[in-house]
C-alpha cells in the first residue's frame, strides 16, 4: 500500500515529465522521413531543366531551317532581256544622251553670243549637219525665248564649223536663189549666210555642196579641205 501510493505521487508531483515524453513521441511520429522527399524535388527539378534545354535547342534549329529556306516572297530573278546589250542601251550605259544635252546647251549658248557679235564657232563638236538651233537663230521665237532682242541682232559674218563629220550641206542652209526673191518669201527663212565674209568646213567630209554657195557676194575667205582629199562636187 505504502509503495502503490508513493508511485503516485510521484505521477502527480512530476506531470510534465509524462507530457514532455508523450510529445516528443507525437512529433516525431508526425514527420516524414526527409531524405526521400528531397530526392523526389531534386529529379523533377531536373527533369524540368532537360526539358527546356530541349525545347531551346528544338527551337534555335527552327529558326536556323527557316533562315536557310528560301523566301517565297523573292523568288529568283530571271532576266527576260534576250539582245545582247544586257539592257544598258535603256539606260543610256555610255552618258550618250547626257553628252547630247550638253552639246546642245553649249551649241545653244554659242548661237546666242553670235547674234549680236556675228561670229560663230561651233567647230569640233561631232556634228554631222548643221545643227537646227544655227538654222533657227535669227527666228522670233527663238530670239524671245532666250531672252534676245531683235534690235541688237547682226548678220552673222564668220561661221567656223571645222573639224566635224558634216558630209553634205543642203540647199536650204544656202538657197541658190537672189535675194530680193528671198525677201518676197514670206513663209521662207531667207539666206541666213548672205552676210558672210569668212566661211570655214575645213576637216570635214564633205563630198557635195550645194549651188547656192555662189550667192555669198561678201564672202572673201573660203575653206573646204578635206583630210581624205577626195574631190568635192557642186550640185546644179
Excluded at 567656223?160 to 535675194?179: C, G, K, Q, S, T
Aim: aromatic share 4%; net charge negative; proline share 6%.
Amino acid at each position: 500500500m505504502t509503495s502503490h501510493r508513493s508511485s503516485t505521487s510521484n505521477e502527480e508531483t512530476n506531470p510534465s515529465s509524462a507530457s514532455t515524453t508523450s510529445t516528443v513521441l507525437t512529433v516525431d511520429s508526425a514527420e516524414p522521413p526527409a531524405p526521400s522527399s528531397s530526392r523526389k524535388s531534386s529529379a523533377a527539378l531536373r527533369e524540368q531543366i532537360a526539358k527546356a534545354k530541349a525545347a531551346k535547342r528544338a527551337a534555335s534549329r527552327h529558326v536556323s531551317a527557316v533562315g536557310a529556306a528560301p523566301s517565297e516572297e523573292q523568288p529568283p530573278v530571271i532576266p527576260t532581256d534576250t539582245t545582247f546589250d544586257f539592257g544598258l542601251s535603256q539606260q543610256d550605259a555610255f552618258g550618250q544622251q547626257r553628252d547630247s544635252q550638253a552639246k546642245d546647251k553649249v551649241i545653244q549658248a554659242r548661237v546666242q553670243g553670235a547674234r549680236t557679235s556675228g561670229r560663230l564657232n561651233i567647230a569640233a563638236m561631232g556634228l554631222r549637219e548643221i545643227p537646227a538651233a544655227v538654222m533657227g537663230m535669227y527666228d522670233l521665237e527663238s530670239i524671245g525665248r532666250h531672252d534676245g532682242a531683235w534690235a541688237e541682232s547682226v548678220d552673222l559674218t564668220r561661221f567656223v564649223a571645222a573639224d566635224n563629220e558634216i558630209e553634205m550641206l543642203e540647199d536650204a542652209i544656202f538657197p541658190d536663189r537672189e535675194p530680193h526673191e528671198l525677201a518676197d518669201d514670206e513663209e521662207g527663212q531667207g539666206n541666213i549666210f548672205g552676210g558672210l565674209e569668212t566661211l570655214d568646213l575645213h576637216g570635214n567630209m564633205l563630198i557635195c555642196l550645194p549651188m547656192g554657195l555662189r550667192r555669198l557676194q561678201l564672202l572673201t575667205s573660203l575653206n573646204l579641205v578635206c583630210p581624205s582629199g577626195r574631190p568635192i562636187t557642186t550640185r546644179y
